[in-house]
């Protein structure tokens, strides 16, 4: 049994914690955050026996093996080179940073200490992208030609999380960047990105976008289209579609049931599950089991590192394509090479 | 091109009539009404040259081929009689007659004349019920044991049109019964018939039902489910479902179109097409060009006299069933040899 | 914290142990089973401090306050009876037992006791069907007329199981049964039932059927059917459909995903989650959950000693009007005065 | 009843003049082509009294009311000139001319001629898209923002086709363009494509692309998708989703039936309809019945010179696009006050 210490305990600590206490791989020794008041009832209830406002009294636990970082993203990169050093294999929230080079100083000491890094791409383990993931990579669909991802929020985050959210591109689209290559196996030489301010006013005053949609070219010589809304009212939409020389895959979205209900003002089925917690549940549990999996030799981390910059850096080409106004180029080359 | 003569302007001759006038394989040549008042106008609209209150006359023209019986129930034996003794060819409305001995008259002058008899189940023409029909004849579910048919109206007929219906066993599920014994390509051997008045009170007082249930049991064993009901506020339900050793095959409902509306509200869909003229529009035209096809020898009548009749044969045997509170065994093999 | 105890450390048995060690609502303190080779490891990696052969350890331990009873029906009723006079809350898998009497037997027992008895109908915690039941009772589709229940497995079970099931009725539909009533909130006042042998030999050499269909006929006028197939080589069929005056409400399979994929070929989904264990696995756990929740007073027990009598009363007539060829009438009231 | 000349006697024209014959409303009298071989019993079969192999005996023949252009796109403009100056109402197929100024000078004798023009895209009379421009129209998603078009062809056309088509743009997707203003009722304002071969090299031979993914901007701020490709395995790809403040409203394929058949191999669906014959043969119907009424007054020209226009122009930046690998601006007003 893997000894864990969770660093940063807001809502997606507690549900990494609340997973592994269930799992039969791992058990929470230690949980730290900045603000441990009102933390004892909920760590006593989990069988958790330490709980600490300072997240080094984990990283020199010596019974502690792993850590997972759900700390706020300005401190990720620190944490993860501090947790690296201490011989830790480490679990971190999405994204590493909000800076290329600030990621790759933590990837560097990853490196360095021979430990493992999962980035928190929690999609790929979801029941309906895996299923598309393993159906292009089993060539069903033959050579892929387009790529669609839809990703739509059921409403806007609130004006604090917006301003330190590093903006759309990084903080929402990023999973749909991820979930391209994840998909597609081939990386981006191109980014193409439109935004538009269309749902709420005060977004646009804190200089983010609410609406995009973004193009990208793979190396593949495949196109690429991701839709982000902040704001569907009917719920969590998040669907992808990948057509292909012999044929498609689609997925639609969960829902809380499958009834279909008719009455004589139509035929009604239930809203998508409502937010990514709903969504994701199964997700979330499968992702921590098969990071432990990953320190246990099973299989490669199915989300590294290197996974974590390439959806940084297309996050940052979709900014500056949004800025200019014209489709950036990424050389995919020289920074694979520098990995 | 075929000279046909329809006798019965009513809606359901009126329909054959303009559809016959849209094939390339024949004409119409004349039109029978008791009530000829106001059917000029619509006559002549369609390029029908000749007009009558007599149906005698279109069965003594000689350029007539071909006669469309679509008067009320209780004329058909009889038109058919007179009609195979003038040698024309013969599409007449389900039910033949609302009695076995009487419909059985009509098939032996038919034989006699060695004229084409087809009767109007129009649903054998359905893409969707033909599509299952062409599945299990072709193996791809197995071996059929069990078949559910679903059928709704939308509303149910008024006082007038149930007084001479001859009930719902025999004006209504009477297609389904067809439909059971074209998809399983099996006699049925037993009937139990359950019913109830759930709907409207009217009904219930002209000693009919309004909404019911049959079992069937074929020939080869399996079983066959048919509901019925006189009101589905939703629309025209109308869905079948085949299951065997090795699959099933089910219909959902047409609709008029394919969209769905996602609003805070829920997810909604079209309601099915309203009735049967919408639902069925397409099998309506197909009938009538199979009919013409099998007259010039293309391949058989697809829904013969013996069809009419054992539908007819079981819609009374649920009748008893229903009276009795019993099941029902049918001696098919005597009536098989009789025919 | 409750404490359980597990008696009967079968597939269910073991699989209620770990859900129940996963809530935060009970613990389980004693597994039994007259077998307990190869259990101390599975009991040790779940954190279960008691094993035994004899399940009266449990009922004599005064820290457990309820015991799921997962052994052989045959031993259901003593075992309750036992249970009960012990003061213990009481989960019992379906059925309680194969005679209304010795049911009654236990009813009694559990009633003189005054503690809580609940029956293990899984599907009543289903999100699907509950989702259905709720949407009945809303009165969203107005007065029920029809239900329909279709319910089969993947492939029939062994000869072992076979012979000691209690037969289709008893061991299979007795879910649908109480399904039936849930929907509904009716009783049951006839039954008549239709099975045939169409899958596999050795059932019928067990004087057992493989496939079935039922006509229920409720107190409140509404008619059911429910249709039973020991095999559907597509998987696990578990649909509901309720049609009422103002309308109806249908389920469809869950699926291991939503994904469609087109190609050549056709359009191809998933298959429905392949069992029972895959298919019910979130109402597994939340039946315990509710188990527990009701212990605690937060509302009834949601299917209680009476629905699992009636459940057992309506296969028992099923079995008869099988074996009679014609419908059984239940006096319904006579048995709800005696209990 | 309208007596209509049919120029160019090809695939669609046949098809036009087929509907026309069916309808109550008007009657071809007239068909030219340049080849008139075999033209003659075709004719016959359908009644029309004269062929002739120079289009300007229809023009001067005083009977007719209208023509239906349907000769190859590089003779539209003149013919357009011609027919309006000699007071014939005008059917004229798709694209109108292959450059902005040469289809403007068309619109100048149009309205100068006082005639109406109805250019023939066609699925704006689909029941699926009108379904979707009416709920957009009537507010039900309120505010549009995001607007996805999706349209693959079966195969892609022979390279004669290619050579004389006009590219991608004006040739397939011209019919998106189309929709997309349709459905959004805004005009774009800036235009980005991406274009790839990755299908068949003859495409790229001839300097054409065969999968493209085009982005607009529209007046209202909303992002438009138009994905085309030349070749979807599956077959006929048609669908559309537009999303806005108060919802979505997404349209699937038509198929040949609704059947769902369930094996050991999974779950199958039909196939779309195979290709544009099929698919629109309804949309086929409705643009000429609407065509009819427009000249009788009963509404306005559903899809007008205008219509035409504009998404020629849409056509020709996304080739500029293409070519400069940057986004295009179309200066909207100037060319609306030009008209």
């Not at 900014?319 to 694979?336: C, D, F, Y």
Request: contains cysteine.
């Amino acid at each position: 049994m893997f000894q864990v210490g969770i660093i940063g305990a807001g809502r997606i600590g507690k549900l990494h914690a609340e997973h592994i206490q269930r799992t039969s791989m791992a058990r929470v020794r230690s949980v730290s955050d900045v603000d441990i008041q009102n933390l004892d009832s909920w760590a006593t209830s989990l069988h958790i026996p330490v709980v600490t406002d300072n997240y080094q009294d984990l990283l020199q636990d010596p019974e502690i093996g792993a850590v997972f970082i759900c700390s706020p993203t300005s401190t990720h990169s620190t944490i993860i080179q501090e947790a690296a050093q201490a011989g830790k294999h480490i679990f971190c929230e999405k994204p590493v940073s909000f800076s290329v080079e600030t990621t790759e100083l933590a990837l560097q000491a990853v490196r360095e200490a021979n430990v493992m890094l999962q980035v928190g791409f929690n999609r790929r383990f979801d029941h309906n992208f895996k299923k598309v993931r393993d159906t292009v990579q089993g060539g069903v669909i033959g050579q892929p030609q387009v790529l669609r991802i839809t990703s739509r929020d059921p409403e806007p985050p609130s004006a604090e999380y917006v301003a330190k959210s590093g903006g759309l591109f990084m903080d929402m689209m990023i999973h749909d960047f991820d979930m391209a290559r994840y998909v597609m196996q081939s990386e981006v030489v191109e980014v193409y990105a439109q935004g538009a301010n269309l749902i709420d006013p005060k977004i646009s005053e804190m200089n983010d976008i609410d609406t995009a949609v973004v193009l990208l070219t793979f190396a593949n010589g495949a196109i690429g289209i991701i839709e982000n809304s902040r704001k569907a009212v009917y719920g969590y939409d998040q669907r992808i579609e990948a057509f292909g020389s012999k044929g498609s895959i689609a997925t639609e979205n969960d829902r809380p049931s499958t009834a279909v209900i008719s009455t004589s003002d139509g035929v009604m089925m239930d809203k998508p599950l409502y937010f990514f917690l709903e969504r994701y549940a199964q997700a979330y549990v499968q992702e921590i089991e098969d990071f432990f999996r990953s320190i246990q030799g099973e299989f490669p981390i199915v989300c590294n590192g290197n996974d974590g910059l390439q959806a940084e850096r297309l996050a940052r080409a979709a900014k500056e394509s949004l800025v200019a106004g014209r489709p950036i180029k990424l050389n995919h080359m020289n920074v694979l090479e520098a990995m």
